[in-house]
């Protein structure tokens, strides 16, 4: 069961079921003879989920955790909602859902788990099987011993070497105190300009909360586009147009060098401007925190190599969170991914604490599934963005569509787009993005569970959705995407991006066929001068009106009617025709209207 990993010098281990089976039965693993010593280095979401879990499966056991902080078992994906007001404790994040801290004394009298706050693990002895451990109260070290031991260091912010990040009213957003302190000084010192650097998850919580405090709110982001590793630049780019409109100044491109001040922040520095700021916060990624793995010798790529049971390189040693290397789901052999989730988290903690106690369940990986909220927007993906699968030289299919959420006759009914992607070689799904103000959460979920299963367009599109207009139309958001991506491949639906259409437009190499009704062609349109309008239903009398030797690229509200007109024109001998996906309701640039 023990062989080197190629190329590295180190020992493998991956168990089987059935040398589990055998460990169970026999006893042959001397820690199963006597109370198991577990030692958990972390405490935030994979640490308590191992040690819980594992208390209930192996009572007996004897489990410890340590962590630096004074705090442990906090919820920090909550903190930008602390910071808008959504609740007003910020302890909130440290308790149960019944109001109970989470303290060493709640995990030792209703957990049994022994949990060492402000103790820093310095060195890991794979041999003796110990860890040197630092009591930061009293300066005074100790070594704590171990059967098996879990690595649930987590990240941390990745703190970029500029100058000034050290100012006063700078803040990284990662744990209950930047949140508690950015309030009371926002409060106290009546700060009113806020810069954020990065426009990731937390730029864009973080815009909005505080936007909704009555603050000045620049987003500076060194990629041209928000949220760079989620959203491709399309989506993005229609994402980017709605929070403008909410009052956030994003300074996309454009990469800070220099946080100024004296003693506090009064602005940022770009390589290309200067912002003014009365307090900054950094939120430009995650770094994993392996260092004591790496001086451990355990096999790190970026960050901690495990394999599918959390185990590192040292059959004893486990790791999970934020500090490990997760495989794709999506049955893309090979393919690893990086995203930090406490959802990601808390299923390692499960797998190792199962794991430990001798029932093996494997992780079968992540589809990235990411959703975030930015005002009155749901914007999230799952699975690949075009991006990457074009950068794995995958054959794609990919279209957009845009609609409503529930059935339009509904008060409550929203407009989002979804971006499809899918192989053309058997047609399986692998990526869906959302943006808008319809409920893409659910929409994304569906995708998320498609994707993990290996489920092909058609299959999706023959999901039985929870079907009544409070919910969803009778055919479902995705399932009809899904419907425009398959005649796509079938050869029936020739769709082109928003973006490649605004470049033939802005390079006169095409003309746009408005088919909406008159009524809806005077409100809004496509500003570009080689326009033509003629409804649908006046479409095939007038088609002497259409040039035949010039690319057409037809549009209505959504573009079913763009697509219907594709295909009237194509009947009709016209060859170079599309429609723009997702019509109107999905441009991410700039209309006309008579107002302007």
């Not at 950015?182 to 730029?203: C, H, K, P, T, W």
């Amino acid at each position: 069961m023990v062989s080197p990993l190629p190329g590295t010098g180190q020992v493998g281990y991956k168990p089987s079921i059935e040398h589990m089976t055998i460990i169970l039965v026999y006893g042959k693993d001397p820690a199963m003879t006597r109370s198991l010593n577990v030692l958990i280095i972390g405490g935030v979401a994979c640490g308590p989920k191992t040690a819980c879990r594992l208390k209930r499966l192996m009572p007996e056991a004897n489990i410890t955790v340590v962590d630096k902080d004074a705090i442990v078992s906090y919820g920090a994906c909550g903190l930008p909602y602390y910071v808008e007001g959504y609740f007003d404790d910020i302890e909130a994040l440290t308790h149960t859902p019944a109001g109970i801290p989470r303290t060493p004394a709640f995990f030792d009298k209703a957990k049994g788990v022994t949990v060492l706050t402000r103790t820093e693990a310095l060195a890991i002895d794979r041999v003796a099987k110990t860890v040197r451990v630092k009591h930061l109260d009293s300066g005074t070290e100790s070594v704590l011993p171990y059967d098996k031991l879990v690595l649930a260091t987590g990240g941390q912010a990745f703190k970029p070497r500029i100058p000034g990040i050290d100012l006063g009213n700078v803040w990284f957003m990662t744990h209950p105190e930047h949140a508690a302190s950015l309030v009371r000084e926002v409060s106290a010192q009546g700060l009113r300009r806020a810069v954020l650097v990065g426009a990731g998850f937390i730029g864009m919580e973080m815009a909005e909360a505080l936007r909704r405090k009555g603050l000045e709110v620049t987003v500076i982001e060194m990629a041209p586009q928000i949220m760079p590793g989620i959203l491709d630049e399309d989506v993005a780019c229609f994402a980017a147009r709605y929070l403008r409109s909410q009052g956030v100044h994003l300074v996309l491109g454009e990469r800070a060098t220099a946080i100024e001040g004296t003693g506090r922040v009064a602005g940022v520095r770009t390589d290309a401007g200067s912002y003014p700021a009365d307090l900054v916060v950094v939120a430009v990624g995650t770094r994993p925190n392996d260092q004591l793995a790496r001086e451990a010798d355990l096999l790190c790529r970026d960050r901690i190599v495990v394999n599918e049971y959390c185990q590192t390189t040292d059959p004893d040693i486990y790791a999970g969170g934020d500090c490990v290397v997760n495989r794709y789901a999506g049955n893309l052999a090979g393919s690893t991914l990086f995203v930090p989730l406490g959802s990601t988290a808390n299923k390692h903690g499960r797998v190792i604490a199962n794991h430990i106690a001798g029932q093996p369940t494997p992780f079968s990986g992540i589809t990235a599934t990411s959703v975030v909220r930015a005002f009155e927007y749901t914007l999230g993906k799952t699975g690949l963005t075009e991006r990457m699968a074009r950068q794995m030289n995958l054959d794609i299919a990919v279209t957009t569509w845009a609609g409503q959420d529930i059935p339009h006759y509904m008060n409550a009914s929203r407009e989002f787009i979804i971006k499809m992607i899918a192989s053309r070689r058997d047609r399986r799904l692998l990526g869906v993005q959302v943006a808008g103000l319809g409920n893409g959460a659910k929409r994304l979920d569906v995708a998320a569970s498609v994707i993990y299963f290996g489920g092909t367009l058609d299959q999706l599109a023959d999901i039985d959705f929870g079907y009544a207009p409070p919910f969803g139309p009778a055919l479902d958001p995705l399932a009809v995407c899904a419907h425009v991506l398959t005649n796509k491949l079938d050869g029936l639906a020739h769709g082109i991006p928003a973006l490649a259409a605004k470049e033939r437009l802005d390079q006169g190499e095409a003309v746009l066929l408005d088919v909406r009704e008159s009524g809806e062609a005077r409100m809004v349109w496509l500003p570009f001068p080689q326009r033509i309008h003629i409804p649908l239903g006046e479409l095939k009398a007038r088609l002497a009106e259409v040039p035949r030797d010039k690319e057409i690229l037809t549009y209505c509200q959504i573009s079913m009617r763009g697509y219907e007109a594709q295909r009237i024109l194509n009947a009709a001998g016209f060859q170079r025709v599309r429609f723009i996906e997702g019509g109107l309701a999905a441009w991410p640039y700039e209309t006309a209207s008579p107002g302007l």
